[in-house]
């Protein structure tokens, strides 16, 4: 498996996943998305994925309402628990009740138990905050989430959709409390979104936390099936959302976007990028960010096993040319604001190599 698929260690541990990780909010019926995956097609998905090289899997409690986690269990309980990283989430309202919600150590404890009676095994390799939780303490949070590694329901615990202030302050209080370090972030970045790079990016280098990117293809503006005269493509979520008015994270609205030059300006080199180097756009826009050093692994969405292979010939064999990557790089560079500009402009030349500390 190892010439189909790249592994890299997560962040500054000693877990090493596949630098393609299966994303399953497509698994299960669910109101928020169209044309879900159902069980025998999400385990076809998944089968095909293990036989590309991939050993790691993302899901979240919220994600069709339990019903992933549910899939990847009736799934995992046939096969070789200790092959496969399980990556799962807590923070949003899974039941009905004033406390199932949020990052409370009530909460925390009810979901933990939860996920893995769904996902049928006794521990969650990964455990992340979904989102941060402005009504709870966060060090009622990092508490209840150490005593679920000591318990040994958890192995490693990971953040996601935080700013850089909080991730940081997580990374702080973690250190000082004498608890497990947290070893990944789990954030959307793409060519279409390069927000993380202004803090959180830093942040990940200097504390040895990996990146788990989400969302790398824009929802699927970046596989070069949209065009800018046209609808989105029916079926896709992009038009699904468009059609309902939403603009979400990850799955923008359609309208709005036909009026943003930079947007087709950025899949219009991605093409070009993707015809030099004999591959489509989709995998040239996840490799670009397997070249980017903090991230470990870039989590794909698969509805059928051709989208799943076309996204998993991104992880190895190949580079994009550093001429490509500058243009890239280039064309997808946000405008700094301050303090940003600021800052980095009267540290041009005060760059360390080596920003661990």
């Known amino acids: 498996m190892a010439d189909k698929t790249e592994y890299r260690f997560l962040g500054g541990s000693g877990l090493k996943v596949s630098n393609i990780c299966l994303g399953t909010m497509t698994f299960g019926d669910w109101a928020l998305f169209p044309d879900q995956c159902d069980e025998a097609a999400s385990h076809a998905i998944l089968d095909r994925y293990v036989e590309l090289g991939g050993n790691f899997i993302d899901t979240a409690d919220i994600y069709s309402e339990g019903r992933s986690e549910e899939i990847i269990g009736s799934w995992l309980e046939k096969q070789q628990r200790e092959k496969f990283v399980v990556a799962t989430k807590v923070r949003f309202n899974t039941r009905k009740g004033i406390n199932r919600w949020g990052l409370s150590r009530h909460h925390i404890m009810q979901s933990i ?6 996902l049928r095994t006794d521990y969650v390799d990964l455990y992340q905050i979904h989102m941060w939780d402005e009504a709870v303490p966060i060090e009622e949070t990092l508490s209840a989430l150490n005593d679920l590694v000591r318990a040994g329901k958890v192995r490693y615990l990971g953040a996601s959709n935080v700013t850089g202030w909080q991730l940081q302050k997580i990374v702080d209080l973690s250190k ?7 070893i990944s972030l789990q954030v ?5 979104c390069r927000g993380i790079e202004w803090e959180l990016a830093d942040v990940c280098r200097r504390e040895g936390i990996g990146i788990i990117t989400w969302s790398p293809l824009k929802g699927g503006l970046l596989t070069g099936k949209f065009k800018r005269e046209n ?12 059609k309902r008015g939403m603009d979400r994270e990850g799955t923008p609205n359609f309208e709005r976007i036909k009026k943003d030059d930079k947007t087709w300006k950025i899949i219009d080199v991605t093409k070009r990028a993707a015809e030099i180097h004999g591959k489509t756009p989709a995998q040239v826009a996840i490799r670009w960010l397997l070249q980017k050093d903090m991230v470990s692994s870039v989590i794909i969405g698969a509805k059928t096993l051709q989208q799943l292979e076309d996204n998993m010939g991104a992880s ?8 490509q990557m500058t243009e890239l790089d280039t064309v997808s560079q946000m405008e700094p604001t301050y303090p940003y500009r600021m800052i980095t402009k009267m ?3 005060r760059v360390r190599e080596n920003l661990c500390q």
């Open 347 to 349: 540290n041009s030349d």
């Open 188 to 192: 959307e970045y793409s060519l279409l």
């Open 176 to 182: 000082s409390m004498g608890l497990n370090k947290w």
């Open 316 to 323: 190895t064999g190949w580079e994009i040319m550093e001429e």
């Open 113 to 118: 138990d939860d996920s893995l009676r769904r």
């Open 231 to 242: 609808d989105p493509p029916e079926g896709s979520r992009i038009a699904y959302a468009t």
